[in-house]
C-alpha cells in the first residue's frame, strides 16, 4: 500500500501565493516522475505540472507557465508545488501522483498515473 498525502491547500485571495506538498508512505515503490493534476467543480482533472527524476525535467500547462514552480526530491518521494499570482480559474481540488512511465505525452495524462493522493483543496476569491 503506497499512500500519498497532499497538504498545504486553503483560502487565498486573488495575487496571494500558496505552496503544497506532497508525500509517500507506506511500502516503498519507485517512480520515473511525479506530477499535480486539479479538478474543477464540474470539470475534467487536468494535469498542472510534473517533474522527472532523471534529468529533473518539469513539465506545465500553459495556464500556469510563468506562476507555478514544481520541484521535489525522488530519495524522499516528495513532490511541491508552488503557486504564486494566484487566479480565480485556479480554483479546485489539487491532486499529486506518481508515475513510472516517462514520455512528455504520458505525463500529462492521468490513466498512465500509478498513485494518487486524496486531493487538497485550493480556493482563489477575488
Known sequence: QVDLVESGGGLVQAGDSLRLSCSASG?????????????????????????????????????????FTISGDNAKSTVYLQMNSLKPGDTA????????VGSLYS????????????????????
Open 27 to 67: 511500502r516503498t515503490f519507485s517512480s520515473t516522475a511525479m506530477g499535480w493534476f486539479r479538478q474543477a467543480p464540474g470539470k475534467e482533472r487536468e494535469f498542472v505540472a510534473a517533474i522527472r527524476w532523471s534529468g529533473g525535467g518539469t513539465y506545465y500547462v500553459d495556464s500556469v507557465k510563468g506562476r
Open 93 to 100: 481540488v489539487y491532486y499529486c501522483a506518481a508515475t513510472k
Open 107 to 126: 505525463l500529462q495524462v492521468r490513466r498512465y498515473y500509478d498513485y494518487w493522493g486524496q486531493g487538497t483543496q485550493v480556493t482563489v476569491s477575488s
